[in-house]
């Protein structure tokens, strides 16, 4: 089976804006598990999505929200860019529950 | 909620010790402890995990032990090698369906 793919690997943006990344899960995966990963901060969880649905969610600000589609294809949407915000966003799907994970690339977010 | 500490941060062994890095939780509902490999510049690859009904498990050089009623957890590395360097995360999760809360990583560096 094809792994984790998450789109685009690289992007810069300005402070104030937003972003869109996309991840593609491993085929038969229904769960999508979204981290900020940042130096000395480890892997911090964002939220889960299950079924199209918000499963759970982690102690970030609003301006961090996702989706699912049926295809179970997920997104998450970052709005009004902060310089904090650069970090490796990660995302993981796992089978149904929220153990094992397989994670994929990851997309590196830099704010200038 | 769940709460892992990880230990030590930095590890660095000469080519063919052991290596160990222990995990400390605070939920004592938590019975799914995975082990997470992450090399630079690529994604954290699931090694090994325990449930919380068995104490060890092994998969050639490296081993999990398990001990619930002090609630930590301990990654095991035998005949080092130098591939084995990178970071290594434990995490925890009290059920299927509520997220991994993850360690914040140690770093292993193995000396040729």
């Known amino acids: 089976k094809a792994g984790v793919t998450q789109t685009p690997r690289y992007l810069i943006k300005t402070r104030g804006q937003q972003v869109t990344l996309s991840c593609s899960p491993i085929s038969g995966h229904r769960s999508v598990s979204w981290y900020q990963q940042t130096p000395g901060q480890g892997l911090q969880f964002l939220f889960e999505?299950?079924?199209?649905?918000?499963?759970n969610k982690g102690n970030f600000p609003g301006r961090f929200s996702g989706r699912q589609f049926s295809n179970s294809r997920s997104e998450m949407n970052v709005s009004t860019l902060e310089l904090g915000d650069s970090a490796l966003y990660l995302c993981a799907s796992s089978e149904s529950s929220s153990l094992e994970q397989y994670f994929g690339p990851g997309t590196r977010l830099t704010v200038t | 909620g769940e709460n892992v500490e990880q230990h030590p941060s930095t590890l660095s062994v000469q080519e063919g010790d052991s290596a160990v890095i222990k995990c400390t939780y605070s939920?004592?509902?938590?019975?799914?402890f995975p082990w997470y490999k992450q090399e630079l510049g690529k994604r954290p690859q699931l090694i090994i995990d325990?449930?919380?009904?068995?104490g060890e498990k092994k998969d050639q050089r490296i081993a999990v032990t398990l001990n619930k009623t002090a609630k930590h957890f301990s990654l095991h590395i035998t005949e080092t090698q130098p591939e084995d360097s990178a970071v290594y995360f434990c995490?925890?999760?009290?059920?299927?369906?509520?997220?991994?809360?993850f360690g914040k990583g140690t770093r292993l560096s193995v000396i040729a």
């Open positions: 939920d004592s509902a938590s019975n799914y």
């Open positions: 999505y299950f079924s199209e649905t918000q499963r």
């Open positions: 995490a925890a999760s009290p059920s299927g369906n509520t997220p991994l809360v």
């Open positions: 325990i449930r919380s009904n068995v």
